[in-house]
């Protein structure tokens, strides 16, 4: 366990430096040992792959007293009992340069076809490692190691929402138009943020995600479903 | 028959915003908020409102209000530029005083060039829906606010009745410390160890300027690039707001309110949360300067900098001259210094 200053606000708690599904289970664990500790000036915590950052009020505590308080906890917390595991078969379409304008970059820095990037993002079934960066945006993995693409140097402004972009060999599903440094490879028409769902946000921390190929048109007919509120996006899920 | 405010323009960038949405950053919601929040408190203090109640932020050039219905009381803090009262009779009201306005009457805030953003407090707050607890408006989300989106010419919003003390107008004796003249001060890390030694050296030893593609997510800065030493991809990790992050251009990225919750670029030094707020108010073209302190300086800074907000906060002042009196003596100012907003 390592301990890093993100400032005088927070308090990055780091349990590892490679992302896997063990070290991202710790980091869920401690996290929920740190919610429930209800530390005095801890605003909140924000899980991520191989860390916890936890938020405070330095008019009412420390990094000294958080240092300790943590490490207790940590010393204390197991693994959580998984809550529950949900499996999700999302639509995506990964056709032209609109709905994937970066395919063919990402087959040409593999070294293989368009077709088999494509065909490695849908036999993927990858895990929901966290929620961030934008409002229920869900952060997957593992792709095959070929597609372990580096992030852009710089990032491009308007990606819009729905965009499955890649980087590193993960993936991750825009929730709303945002700027990436990710790899535009395809798109969903299912909103992973809706403020008039009861719950907003679809996807949690643990969940299995897989990708169905559709076309354009079937891109468009649930997309129009959905505006017209009769797509129930459940349907998607499988138990 | 109720309160409300009608912009009859709405100034470029003019949004509804709270001290920030807490609480939902592990469901990815960003925490938004103004970015002078020292600001937004004294307005707030200024109108009889808690700390905390959302005002509205004012960017580069402010709305013109008409009020409507029944009396609104009003305080503008975090510009030198005055409040304008346009109708029926024109007078100044100064920034760090409250005012009471009547139905029909219509101000106006002009040109901000102290700063990029100010904010407008209004007596008992807004009658808008809170989302995830907060009006603060996020717009790149569409939530928070009014319709999670800028004011735009023609909207109205009914003013609420959440005013916790009424003690008359109010005026703030002496003033925040918010010059840029000094370096603004950060901590290194969380991961500075991404970076070369050199180029941490660079970081806090050369200007940087604010880039005009800067917004309330964050300020891009124009500078020596500074040079990775492990590559430019971490794990995404948690983010504070006044993270630095260096992609691989090299050039920093300082993250403000409208922050993503997370993000996989390393960075190299977090801006000290006491010097948020001056920063949240720098100007696009302004050079700034960086220098590292401890964190438990940073703590010690902040603790200091609330003591001296909780300061202005017990000394308001009532506004002691009757308002023909103040209306007079600022009208007969503005005859002197009428170019200067006119």
């Known amino acids: ?239 | 028959m109720t309160a409300s405010i009608c912009f009859e323009s709405s100034g470029p960038m003019t949004t509804v915003q709270s001290l920030g949405r807490f609480g939902t950053q592990a469901l990815g919601i960003p925490v938004a908020g103004a970015l002078d929040p020292i600001a937004l408190r004294l307005a707030n203090a200024l109108v009889g409102n808690t700390e905390d109640e959302a005002g509205l932020e004012l960017r580069f050039m402010g709305p013109r209000i008409r009020i409507q219905g029944e009396p609104v009381r009003v305080a503008l803090v975090g510009t030198s530029s005055a409040l304008e009262v346009l109708e029926p009779d024109p007078f100044l009201v100064p920034s760090g005083q409250s005012v009471t306005l009547q139905p029909g009457q219509v101000f106006r805030v002009g040109l901000m060039r102290d700063t990029s953003c100010c904010v407008l407090a209004v007596a008992g707050g807004f009658e808008l829906p809170a989302i995830f607890g907060s009006l603060s408006t996020y717009v790149p989300g569409g939530f928070g606010g009014l319709s999670g989106r800028l004011i735009v010419d023609g909207d109205e919003i009914a003013v609420a009745g959440r005013a916790k003390n009424d003690r008359g107008d109010l005026r703030l004796e002496g003033e925040y410390d918010s010059s840029m003249d000094s370096p603004i001060r950060v901590v290194l890390g969380p991961q500075d160890d991404y970076f070369t030694a050199d180029a941490v050296e660079t970081f806090l030893s050369s200007p940087y300027v604010i880039s005009p593609e800067s917004n309330r997510m964050g300020l891009r800065l124009a500078g020596v690039r500074l040079e990775h030493a492990k590559g430019y991809n971490i794990p995404s990790d948690g983010i504070a707001t006044g993270a630095i992050q260096v992609p691989g251009t090299g050039l920093p990225i300082v993250l403000m309110a409208d922050r993503q919750t997370t993000g996989g670029y390393p960075k190299i030094a977090t801006v000290i949360s006491a010097d948020l707020p001056r920063l949240g108010r720098a100007l696009p073209g302004q050079e700034i300067h960086f220098s590292a302190v401890k964190v438990d300086e940073a703590v010690a800074i902040r603790r200091q900098q609330e003591a001296a907000v909780q300061d202005l906060i017990k000394g308001l002042k009532s506004v002691s001259i009757d308002a023909s009196q103040l209306q007079h003596l600022l009208m007969s100012e503005n005859l002197i210094s009428g170019a200067v907003w006119g």
Not at chain 1, 41 to 55: A, N
Not at chain 1, 113 to 120: G, Q
Not at chain 1, 162 to 185: C, E, L, M, R
Not at chain 1, 205 to 234: C, L, P, T, W
Request: overall charge negative; glycine content about 6%; hydrophobic content about 40%.
């Open chain 1, 1 to 239: 366990m390592e301990f890093r200053s993100s400032g005088d606000t927070a308090l990055t708690v780091q349990l590892g430096t490679e992302i896997s599904p063990e070290i991202n289970a710790h980091v869920v664990a401690l996290r929920a040992a740190i919610d429930a500790a209800k530390l005095p000036g801890v605003i909140e915590t924000v899980p991520t792959y191989v860390s916890v950052l936890v938020h405070y009020d330095p008019l009412l505590t420390d990094q000294a007293e958080l240092l300790d308080a943590i490490k207790l906890l940590a010393g204390l917390s197991g693994e959580t009992n998984a809550a529950e595991q949900r499996s999700w078969l999302l639509p995506v379409c990964f056709d032209g340069a609109d709905f994937a304008p970066d395919l063919s970059h990402v087959a040409q820095w593999a070294g293989v076809t368009s077709d088999e990037v494509v065909s490695d993002l849908i036999d993927a079934e990858q895990i929901v490692y966290m929620i961030g960066f934008a409002p229920g945006q869900p952060y997957l993995g593992d792709l095959p190691e070929r597609l372990a693409i580096p992030r852009k140097e710089n990032p491009v402004s308007g990606v819009p929402r729905g965009a499955v972009v890649t980087a590193t060999g993960k993936t991750v599903i825009y929730s709303q138009q945002n700027p990436t440094g990710w790899h535009v490879v395809g798109r969903t028409p299912v909103p992973l943020f809706d403020l008039t769902r009861p719950k907003p946000v679809l996807l949690a921390a643990g969940d299995k995600v897989r990708f169905r190929r559709v076309e354009e048109r079937e891109f468009s007919e649930i997309a129009a479903a959905i505006a017209d509120d009769s797509y129930d996006v459940q349907r998607e899920a499988s138990s």
